[in-house]
């Protein structure tokens, strides 16, 4: 589900779970934490890069795992999960690069506000579904989104569920460099290999004073968004989204009430 290249000192996890276009369920939340956790102890890895295969960075949570998760008493979480993915991202010591070859939803954006560099191909598009899935936003892209686009652009990704082409993201700042999509990958490494080229000591500690101001935001908000998703979590409107998912058909809330 994660295929792992070394090209020198940068190494490149690529999501590999093309049935569900790169969706994260529980397995592959495991898997990309350990690949993390690997990569920041390895000495020999200066910078990360992460990316998708075929049309897809990610298509977020595996939407039918979460309704199993919720129907199903027996149902056993990963090592780490999402919760596990959120905390390594954020701690996370060295560069971090994401480079978006496709779609991505859900966590495959809100892990943009947490990577240190974005590149996205100019065919992809994102969404933030968590209204249509009666839910709230996740891995504090409730303080990054605002710090990175400002706030009527965050709240507009946040609140409606709307697709946002890549153009419009290298405009609003959450993506560093917009590039054919023939070129994605030649442009992220090019820009990964001046990073590795450095101590990796410097490397981390200017990382560190960088972040240092963001991480008690950051923590914080995970906090509250933790709170809010697991108050809507199994409510009527999330049951409604979910069950129109599985039947592909629209959700109405309209009688909910809430």
Not at 35 to 41: G, T, W
Not at 214 to 237: H, N, T, V
Request: aromatic share 6%.
């Amino acid at each position: 589900m994660i295929d792992v290249v070394n090209d020198g000192r940068v190494r490149v996890l690529r999501l590999d779970r093309p049935e569900s276009k790169n969706a994260f369920n529980e397995a592959l939340y495991d898997l990309l934490t350990e690949a993390l956790i690997e990569a920041d102890n390895d000495i020999g890895v200066a910078v990360v890069v992460i990316t998708g295969s075929g049309d897809s960075f990610s298509s977020g949570t595996d939407v039918v795992e979460l309704g199993q998760r919720m129907s199903d008493p027996s149902f056993s979480p990963g090592k780490h999960g999402f919760p596990g993915l959120a905390n390594k991202l954020i701690d996370f010591s060295k560069p971090l690069l994401c480079a978006v070859n496709g779609l991505g939803l859900g966590i495959g954006v809100t892990i943009l506000g947490l990577s240190d560099m974005v590149f996205m191909a100019k065919s992809a598009r994102v969404k933030c579904p968590f209204t249509d899935l009666a839910l709230a936003p996740e891995a504090a892209s409730s303080f990054t989104f605002p710090q990175i686009m400002g706030r009527q652009n965050a709240t507009w990704m946040l609140l409606s569920s709307e697709w946002i082409t890549a153009e419009q993201c290298f405009e609003m700042g959450l993506a560093y460099k917009l590039c054919s999509d023939d070129d994605l990958m030649k442009t992220t490494m090019e820009h990964a290999q001046v990073l590795a080229s450095k101590p990796i000591s410097s490397l981390i500690a200017s990382k560190k004073v960088v972040m240092a101001p963001l991480r008690e935001q950051i923590q914080s908000a995970r906090k509250r968004e933790d709170a809010a998703f697991s108050e809507l979590l199994g409510k009527p409107a999330n049951i409604e989204a979910l069950t129109a998912f599985a039947e592909k058909r629209d959700p109405d809330f309209s009688s909910l009430g809430e």
